[in-house]
């Protein structure tokens, strides 16, 4: 069988929206990308959203218009994609790495507390929601990231690329911090091809964010030259940058939130299937869901190899390669990569949970298109080569018996 790692799901309105906008005559940014805007703050639960070209996008203008600028500090977990690092540098202020939870991959409250007590000069904190799963914002009875926060009057921006549609009790991702930036990228929950958003309840954030996303104009272009009443006239109040969602990237957006819950309960379908199969192989930690499972937007499902496996986790993607199964590994920790860890002085001795993660971490198959007869091959090829008594495995539906092959 070939199973892709990751595969869209286009089988709504997206090629209507698309045609929408294709006869409009106008293909930037306009009403499309206006009602993606409306439609997902009302999702989340946010007064304002700001649709972008990239999760990256966001992530800029929400350091920019929280106010960090050079020689702040930011906190930001290891474990995460190199965006939501560089977007500190883009403003000439020092990210300062955290490590995360084994088992979830997230900065828990303690691991919050111990960073704030160490650097307490810290301005902001970019709060990564991994795999799909959301920190743990409130704590019944205690302190949870939202208090600890506000306490030392520190803005949380959360980078929610993993995260839509996620809750934290009953209340979506979007709702909780300063500002909460979403990707949309073709392998994302959702996606416009390439886009993001940022959402957030401060009109004066929302307001700068909106200007700074196109060259610091001030009024809307498509309006300017739309509008029966428009002007040329227009002004630049800031240096901004070139951040807009064209329309045709709205349409399609606009169209895959139509099936969000639709897509997310595809993806528990699968996550569901790997927790059973999966769940007795020795020497495999399992990721770890501490809440229900339908307040998890399973993006990833990542599990470690751990070190008395049969195999490593680098011969184990390529065996799964070679098997015909596309995997991938979330992340290689920021404190590991050269840029950081030279201008850091990073030793990876202080982040030993996301290290443990790191060395055995690789992420499985899951999109909402991916059958049972897909995840039984999966889960029968992980088993294979993660047991070494193993040395062929049984399809139920067609009585055959497969070796697995000794590339």
């Known amino acids: 069988m070939n199973i892709p790692f990751s595969k869209v799901s286009i089988t709504g309105n997206e090629s209507k929206y698309i045609d929408e906008v294709l006869k409009s005559g106008w293909l930037t940014t306009a009403s499309k990308a206006l009602k993606f805007e409306q439609l997902f703050a009302q999702y989340v639960g946010a007064k ?14 929400a350091v920019e218009a929280i106010g960090i600028g050079p020689g702040d500090k930011v906190l930001v977990p290891t474990l995460t994609f190199t965006a939501s690092a ?53 704590v019944t009875g205690g302190e949870g990231i939202i208090d600890l926060c506000r306490k030392h009057n520190v803005k949380i921006i959360e980078d929610a690329a993993h995260a839509f549609p996620t809750k934290f009790g ?26 993001g958003m940022l959402v957030t309840n401060d009109e004066a954030f929302y307001k700068r964010a909106k200007t700074m996303r196109l060259h610091g104009i001030n009024r809307d272009i498509w309006d300017r030259f739309t509008s029966v009443k428009s002007s040329w006239e227009y002004d630049v109040v800031e240096p901004g940058f070139k951040y807009n969602m064209p329309d045709l990237n709205a349409a399609i957006g606009l169209a895959q939130l139509e099936q969000a819950e639709y897509l997310r309960a595809g993806r528990q379908r699968c996550a569901e299937y790997y927790f059973r199969e999966l769940s007795d192989l020795i020497a495999v930690d399992l990721p770890i869901c501490y809440g229900p499972y339908e307040n998890h937007s399973w993006h990833i499902f990542p599990l470690v190899i751990c070190p008395e496996a049969s195999v490593s986790r680098n011969e184990f993607i390529e065996r799964m390669s070679n098997e015909g199964v596309g995997v991938s590994v979330h992340y290689k920790p920021i404190h590991r990569m050269t840029y950081y860890k030279q201008a ?10 996301a290290e443990k993660i790191w060395k055995g971490t690789v992420s499985l198959p899951i999109y909402s298109d991916l059958k049972e007869e ?18 062929y495995f049984f399809f139920p539906k067609e009585a055959s018996r497969v070796q697995l092959s000794t590339k």
């Open 86 to 138: 560089e977007v500190v540098r883009y403003m000439g202020a020092d990210p300062i790495f955290i490590d995360v939870e084994y088992g979830t991959g997230l900065v828990s409250p303690s691991i919050l507390k111990k960073a704030l007590r160490e650097h307490p000069d810290v301005k902001a904190i970019i709060l990564v929601h991994y795999a799909g799963q959301a920190a743990e914002m409130k």
């Open 344 to 353: 850091y002085k990073l030793d990876p001795i202080n982040y030993p949970n």
């Open 48 to 61: 304002y959203a700001c649709a972008v070209n990239s999760c990256t996008a966001a992530l800029h203008l």
């Open 374 to 391: 897909g995840l039984r091959y999966v889960c029968q090829t992980v088993k294979l080569l993660l047991d070494k008594r193993l040395n």
């Open 170 to 195: 009953d209340q979506f991702i979007g709702s909780f911090g300063d500002i909460t930036c979403f990707s949309f990228y073709a392998n994302k929950t959702i996606t416009t091809g390439e886009g």
